[in-house]
């Protein structure tokens, strides 16, 4: 279990406020949250509660089995820090995630039994393996170049002096 995450859902969802919302003695967090981008609710109201089941946590993701019984889809609360690398799975489908109570993850889920994934991506990676491994090329490149030229410069007589012929003895 990847350390202070869970997964939960709620029945309310508010517009974000400020961050005194989620700081109220009556607060819930297992009943209601606050979603900071413009989300648009459902007809009918959210499912009271999401089963889980099957749950994996790791460092760079999360996998699970999400019940929403009714006819309402649920939404789902991360415990986890919302970053942009995340990225949210449905039955292998990719889903919006949502920030939540200024700090944390969200995921609307529809009706039934679903297969949801949260997986870490760096958003940077592939960018700075590539510099790196282009950078590494082209060092490789110029040293191979520079060895090159080093070597076609130097006079074979500089290598190997002349030879003169030895006198011939008495």
Known sequence: ???????????????????????RPDWQPEREAWI???????????????????????????????TVPGTAPGFATLAVSW????????????????KINHAFMGLEIPPGTHLVEFEYRE????????????GLGLWLFGLVRALTKLRTNIRPSALHPPVTPSAPGP
């Open 83 to 98: 970053h942009p690398g995340w990225i949210a799975r449905i039955n292998g489908n990719t889903a919006k995630i949502w």
């Open 123 to 134: 958003p940077w990676l592939a960018a700075g393996a590539f510099l790196s491994v282009t």
């Open 1 to 23: 279990r990847a350390p202070g995450a869970w997964l939960g859902s709620v029945e309310t969802l508010h517009p974000a406020q400020n961050l005194e919302q989620v700081l």
């Open 36 to 66: 900071e981008s413009a989300w648009t609710p459902p007809p009918s109201p959210l499912s009271p509660r999401i089963e889980w089941s099957q749950t994996q946590f790791s460092n760079e993701s999360i996998r699970a089995q999400a």
